[in-house]
């Protein structure tokens, strides 16, 4: 057995076990449409190796030729595929489908030309590396956020698209790809060749099956940290979160502020309205903390009706109207489930970051601030003055009740 033989052999096995990896990540998850069309796409490299392989039994190689390449040709389009529906991307199956056609009639025709031609050549492996520009300029339009890993796929595309390119000059380098398609596997270039192809397409799936599994662990991180009914963070995601705002805003010298808010009289609404219309206040004033903060800001459902957003970059006066405006705006929301005459309110505590203090001590102040509002009243704002503070509430009173 030929070099060139082995290393189809170990393309095809690799290939299986690629596809084996990517359907096991689409079993995991039945929403993975992306691993299911790269498993599609190292199928059919499985159904390239078998056929390259079998070339050499047929008299008349033009047919298992032409179709060896338009099979891996396919395979790069399922692989494009997967990249455009990872990032987001719509799949340009028109383009990809009519260059399909159209490369392969020009395969088939080619062939009447010289073995060692470079036009006949370069037509055989241009379409490849056009398809790994396509796959790179998937990734590259995507409006998701890249990682390392992406840019890395990024430069494995860019880079096996040179090596499709550069193929041709390659062959002629190492003396041609056999005098004819029966004795390509018996070339040096073959050697080349299909061990270029393993180091690509392994690098390539490596890279996809650590991004897909990324993808997984922080889709199951993020279920584990949200809170299914406000869909925000949940008490310990939101600390650890939290904690890590804070040290980002005192490496850039910059304040920070928390702010928690407490739903007023709740346990009325579930018991005059049932707990279905409780949901829906969580969910609404959960909504608006969402839409109200900034894409910094950590907003987190601590307690059952008792939620908290850390403000980096804010100090305590904006913080303050930051709770005033949400205050304002949220007692003015109407509530689906709850007759047009009832409104809900919040009650809020307000507390910056002072220098020496953790956020367990920001946390307590902000806590205390709050615990003063709603013996004020409710539906009011109360500022912590901050450790030391004048005021032995530690709290300044804010004029922020509603009429």
Same mark, same amino acid.
């Given at each position: 057995?030929?070099? %060139? ?13 690629? %596809? ?32 390259? +392989?079998?070339?050499?039994? +047929?008299?008349? %190689? ?21 990249? /455009? ?82 193929? *041709? +000059? ?35 799936? !490596?890279?996809?099956? /650590? ?51 407490? !739903? ?47 403000? *980096? ?41 002072? *220098? ?48």
């Amino acid at each position: 057995m030929s070099g %060139a033989n082995f290393i189809l052999l170990i393309n095809l096995s690799v290939a299986g076990l690629l %596809a084996a990896s990517f359907m096991a990540v689409a079993f995991h998850d039945v929403g993975r449409t992306p691993a299911r069309w790269f498993a599609s796409g190292y199928v059919l490299g499985m159904v390239y190796s078998a056929i390259e +392989f079998s070339i050499p039994a +047929f008299t008349d %190689a033009r047919l298992p030729v032409v179709t060896a390449f338009a099979v891996f040709l396919g395979a790069t389009i399922a692989f494009n595929v997967g990249l /455009a529906r990872k990032y987001g991307v719509a799949p340009p199956w028109s383009p990809m489908l009519f260059f399909l056609v159209a490369a392969t009639i020009v395969v088939y025709f080619v062939q009447d030309l010289p073995r060692q031609s470079l036009v006949r050549m370069m037509a055989y492996q241009l379409p490849y590396a056009v398809m790994q520009f396509v796959g790179l300029a998937i990734v590259w339009s995507s409006r998701q956020r890249r990682g390392r890993l992406d840019r890395i796929l990024m430069a494995v595309l860019a880079a096996s698209a040179v090596q499709f390119a550069s193929k *041709p +000059f390659i062959a002629h380098a190492l003396g041609g790809w056999g005098a004819n398609p029966q004795a390509y596997l018996q070339s040096n270039y073959a050697l080349v060749s299909q061990s270029l192809g393993t180091v690509f397409a392994l690098a390539m799936a !490596l890279l996809t099956l /650590a991004i897909l599994v990324r993808d997984v662990l922080a889709e199951v991180t993020s279920r584990s940290e949200t809170d299914t009914l406000s869909r925000l963070l949940n008490r310990g995601a939101f600390t650890r979160q939290a904690e890590q705002a804070v040290l980002g805003a005192m490496r850039q010298g910059v304040p920070v502020a928390l702010v928690i808010a407490d !739903l007023d009289h709740f346990k009325s609404i579930n018991d005059n309205f049932g707990h279905a219309s409780g949901d829906r206040v969580i969910e609404t004033f959960a909504g608006f903390l969402r839409e109200a903060g900034a894409g910094h800001h950590v907003a987190g459902r601590i307690g059952g009706e008792e939620f908290a957003i850390i403000l *980096p970059g804010t100090n305590l006066a904006a913080a303050r109207l930051f709770a005033e405006g949400t205050r304002s705006a949220f007692g003015a929301l109407p509530i689906d489930g709850l007759p047009a005459n009832v409104s809900c309110t919040a009650s809020f505590g307000v507390a910056e970051l002072h *220098p020496g203090e953790t956020i367990a001590d920001l946390m307590r102040r902000a806590d205390e601030a709050l615990y003063l509002a709603k013996n004020a009243g409710r539906d009011c704002v109360r500022v912590s003055a901050g450790p030391g503070g004048e005021w032995s509430s530690s709290a300044i009173v804010i004029n922020s009740r509603s009429g």
